[in-house]
C-alpha cells in the first residue's frame, strides 16, 4: 500500500524522519492526561510533522492489519517510550506536555541554539 496515495496526511516511521530532517517540525500532541503508576508515567501521546506552512503528516505504524484497517495512529503510552523517540530522531532537550489537549513543538534548528521552546 502506497500511503502517500491513499492518505497524504500521514507518514510512516522511516518518512517522519526524513520529514524532521528536511526542516518539519515535531508536534507531541497529548491525547490523555499522564499519570505516574510506581514510577512510570503513563498517558497518550501522538506525533505530527509540521512544516512552516502549516502541512501536517501523522505519524503512523507500517504495520497492515486484517479486515481492511491499514492505517493506525502511533501511539506512545509511556514518557519513557516517547522519550526514547525523540531523542533517536536526534532531539537532546525534552519536554512534553502532560494534559490533555496540550502541544510541544520541537525543531532540530533549535538544539544548535538551546532556544526554549513554547
Avoid at 518518512?15 to 526542516?23: A, K, M, Q
Wanted: glycine share 8%; aromatic share 10%.
Amino acid at each position: 500500500m502506497d500511503l502517500e496515495k491513499e492518505a497524504p496526511n500521514v507518514v510512516t516511521e522511516a518518512g517522519f524522519r526524513d520529514l524532521i530532517e528536511s526542516g518539519y517540525h515535531v508536534e507531541v500532541v497529548c491525547k490523555e492526561d499522564a499519570s505516574r503508576k510506581n514510577s512510570v508515567w503513563h498517558g497518550v501521546w501522538i506525533l505530527r510533522a509540521v512544516n512552516d506552512d502549516g502541512v501536517e503528516k501523522q505519524l503512523v505504524t507500517a504495520r497492515a492489519r486484517r479486515g481492511g484497517d491499514y492505517i493506525k495512529v502511533r501511539k506512545f503510552k509511556t514518557v519513557t517510550g516517547l522519550v526514547s523517540f525523540l531523542i533517536d530522531l536526534g532531539f537532546t532537550v525534552i519536554a512534553f506536555p502532560v494534559l490533555e489537549g496540550q502541544r510541544w513543538t520541537f525543531t532540530l534548528s533549535q538544539e544548535e541554539d538551546g532556544d526554549s521552546n513554547s
